[in-house]
């Protein structure tokens, strides 16, 4: 089975704190993605990355960053958190067909 | 801008019913669509995926899909109280560059009745 583990179920952070939210797959995939899931808004992607190092810029990348150092793992970092920040967030990542796999979410709330 | 509509719901069936969830999608170039299921407070899970038009059957779970009316539908047998959850229909569109992204639709939340 694939397996996509998020570093905390639920954070939360202080307005302007650097957060930073990791995401591990241990099935080898090569793309890797994060989003967040606001109610009424449904799934945004952020960024994504297609291989280590590469990455590019999603629906709604301002305000993130992103690294991908090995293959197996891909951060999100929210240089100076702000309310309007405070969301789920979900990393991903695809399989052979395409189907994305996703971890169990973190539950961000800045303050 | 390539779009995946969905009715937001709610669904409501009573237990053992079929329930019906549909999905439109805009990009005609679209090759493959996959359902995913949300509980409330839970990231998605995939329930199945398809690529030709016509059925694909996994349990009491059947994808339909329509290229012609850009139409994907799933279908659930024999509902569950269980299977009360948001469903995701998300699209990849295998077009302008960026072939392992998808485009998910905002979800159809469903409710079954005991």
């Known amino acids: 089975d694939v397996k996509v583990t998020q570093s905390s179920r639920y954070l939360v952070k202080r307005t302007g704190e650097k957060v930073f939210l990791e995401c591990v797959q241990d099935m080898d995939h090569e793309n890797m993605f994060w989003y967040r899931q606001d109610p009424g808004l449904g799934l945004r992607l952020i960024y994504f990355s297609y291989d280590v190092k590469m990455k590019e810029k999603g629906d709604i990348p301002e305000g993130y960053s992103v690294s991908r150092e090995k293959k197996e793992r891909f951060s999100l970092i929210l240089e100076s958190a702000s309310t309007n920040q405070t969301s789920m967030y979900l990393c991903?990542?695809?399989?052979?067909?395409?189907?994305?796999?996703f971890g169990p979410g973190t539950r961000l709330t800045v303050t | 801008q390539k779009e995946v509509e969905q009715n937001s719901g709610p669904l409501s069936v009573p237990e053992g019913a079929i329930a019906s969830l549909n999905c439109t999608y805009s990009?005609?170039?679209?090759?493959?669509f996959f359902w995913y299921r949300q509980y409330s407070g839970k990231s998605p899970e995939l329930i199945m995926f398809?690529?030709?038009?016509g059925d694909k059957e996994d349990g009491r779970f059947t994808a339909q899909l329509n290229k012609a009316s850009q139409y994907v539908s799933l279908l659930i047998r024999d509902s569950q109280p269980s299977d009360s959850a948001t469903y995701l229909c998300?699209?990849?569109?295998?077009?302008?560059?960026?072939?392992?992204?998808?485009?998910f639709g905002k979800g159809t939340l469903l409710t079954v009745n005991p």
């Open positions: 990009d005609r170039g679209s090759q493959s």
């Open positions: 398809i690529y030709s038009n």
């Open positions: 991903a990542s695809t399989g052979q067909a395409y189907e994305q796999y």
């Open positions: 998300a699209v990849n569109p295998l077009s302008g560059g960026s072939n392992y992204k998808l485009t």
